[in-house]
């Protein structure tokens, strides 16, 4: 026979305590960021991004035109006529650290750790 797990746990907050405890989770399931805040547990696999990251990282995604020249230098390069001339190169090195610095974003948004 299994143990019965215990109810659970209810309190009552004023709408600006609520409001206040949404604040501060910053997007996170209010239960989870409790009891962290509680026990200062926190498993892995309930890591939630905040907010503030992954808009940083969808920012700098959308400011970097990262989408659209790599894009471009695909067809170029289906069409033979990339050149490989310095900008090109920069344009490519730019776009490749721009890549890293959104992964290493949204790594941390989503609480994965970097090897």
Known sequence: MTAKRPSPLSLRLSADERARLERMADGQPLGG????????????????PSRGEIAQALALLGQSGVGPAIRSMAKATEQGALPLDPETQASIRAACADITVIKSLLMKALGIKER
């Open 33 to 48: 960021f409790i009891k962290t805040r509680l026990f200062g547990e926190r498993r892995k696999a309930t890591a939630h």
